[in-house]
């Protein structure tokens, strides 16, 4: 068989076991509710939240569409037209055009130039939450944030490059193969050392202080079979208003985070029920799904990037000799860039069933479906959200269910709790 073949095998296996996997561990026996309940869900919530949610979210929306297009445009632009070589290329020269400088520098300057057209997006879209109040960030800080994501980015991309780019001259022929392993790899990685690692980057956190609420999470958790360590307060409220919880870590770190912003907003019983709601990643393995389908699904598109790679057409219209040289990057990029397109919608509705699992689970750890539904109520109306997004948008991006569909399910499991 030709190395080739052996790609298309290995991609058609990738393709079956992210298949399967999500078939088998993503919950889809749970629809949403109907329509009708929604509705009923909806008519009532108090009408200016609902107008203000409404009113801040058709404001986001064609910033974020925008950045969408125009990004896809510019790696459109940069991979398919010999532009992005280019670019790549100049980033070798002040280095003798030597390969590591052309993967290391040029790599990055293609990055930067893909974030830096979006960054007036980005910028709309601070001034947006600005103005409706749910940022408490000013411009300073807002820069420092940004600057800091791009150092992190730097750094990880850098490596990545570099990394990625001394295999491909090592194994011509095989790159892809190791390439493929070493995403898979890199995902899992991510998952286990982001939150301890860049978390501290962003937020400071303290352990909360002694008190029934502590001693409650921290049984509710013992109760559910996943004893944390610890509960910690993130100090969120230095950027935002918005209310939010998790649990991270494994095992012996597990430990239960509750931003301060939650504490300050909502009642001690709303927050075990977001906690519950936490715990049910926690219980339901969610983490170890997300990671298992990332990690396979890098690896198909590791394999996808070498098979289209092997297109001459493609590697004519980007001006380069092969899709394993540090000049052709921008035309990776080009393609991850569709491959996301496809993806995005994917990643968003297998989200929105686990999120509803993870829904199922606070109900029945708490049995408290009234109180599940003043912390919807909450939630919407603390972090300005669109208790109803248009069908389209959901179906696009959303990573949770909508609140009416939420709340309408808190109120089916009340009825059948029912005697
Ligand atoms: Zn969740």
Do not use: C
């Not at 026996?29 to 979210?57: C, I, K, S, T």
């Not at 029945?364 to 479906?369: K, M, R, S």
């Not at 808190?410 to 709790?417: I, L, N, P, W």
């Amino acid at each position: 068989m030709t190395t080739r073949t052996w790609a298309a095998v290995t991609l058609f296996a990738l393709v079956v076991a992210l298949v399967v996997v999500v078939l088998l561990l993503v919950p889809w026996n749970d629809p949403a509710a109907p329509r009708a309940e929604q509705l009923a869900a909806l008519r009532d919530l108090p009408a200016d939240d609902v107008e203000r949610g409404r009113a801040f979210h058709a404001a986001l929306r064609p910033g974020s569409y925008g950045a969408l297009a125009v990004g896809l445009v510019v790696a459109l632009l940069l991979g398919l037209t010999p532009l992005g070589a280019k670019l790549v290329a100049l980033g070798g020269r002040p280095f003798g055009d030597h390969w590591i400088a052309q993967a290391l520098v040029g790599g990055l300057v293609v990055v930067l130039v893909a974030d830096l057209v979006t960054l007036p997006f980005a910028a709309w879209r601070h001034a947006v939450v600005s103005r409706h109040g749910l940022s408490t960030q000013g411009w300073g800080g807002w820069t420092a944030d940004l600057l800091k994501s791009y150092v992190v980015s730097a750094v990880i991309g850098g490596v990545a490059l570099l990394v990625f780019y001394t295999v491909t001259r090592l194994a011509p022929r095989w790159w892809w193969a190791l390439g493929a392993a070493g995403a898979a790899v890199l995902v899992v990685l991510l998952s286990l050392i982001l939150p301890v690692v860049v978390e501290p980057v962003f937020n400071r956190f303290t352990p909360m202080a002694q008190g029934p609420l502590r001693t409650e999470l921290m049984a509710l958790a013992e109760r559910d079979g996943a004893p944390v360590r610890d509960v910690l307060v993130a100090d969120a409220s230095r950027r935002t208003r918005a209310v939010n919880a998790y649990v991270s870590g494994i095992g012996p770190t597990r430990r239960i985070v509750v931003y301060d912003t939650l504490l300050r907003e909502a009642t001690p019983g709303e927050v075990k029920t977001v906690v519950a709601h936490e715990l049910g990643h926690t219980s339901n393995d969610d983490v170890f799904t997300g990671t298992l389908i990332g990690a396979l699904g890098a690896a198909a598109a590791v394999v996808t990037v070498f098979l289209l790679g092997s297109w001459g057409g493609l590697l004519r219209a980007a001006g380069v000799d092969s899709i394993a040289e540090p000049r052709a990057f921008p035309l990776l990029l080009a393609v991850v860039a569709v491959g996301a397109l496809v993806a995005t919608p994917v990643q968003a509705l297998v989200s929105r069933q686990v999120e509803r699992r993870a829904d199922v689970h606070a109900l029945t750890l708490t049995g408290d479906p009234a109180t599940f539904e003043a912390m919807q109520r909450r939630l919407f109306a603390v972090n300005l959200g669109d208790p109803d997004p248009p069908p389209w948008h959901q179906l696009w991006s959303a990573s949770h269910p909508s609140t009416v569909q939420r709340i309408a399910a808190a109120r089916a499991f009340a009825e059948g709790d029912r005697p």
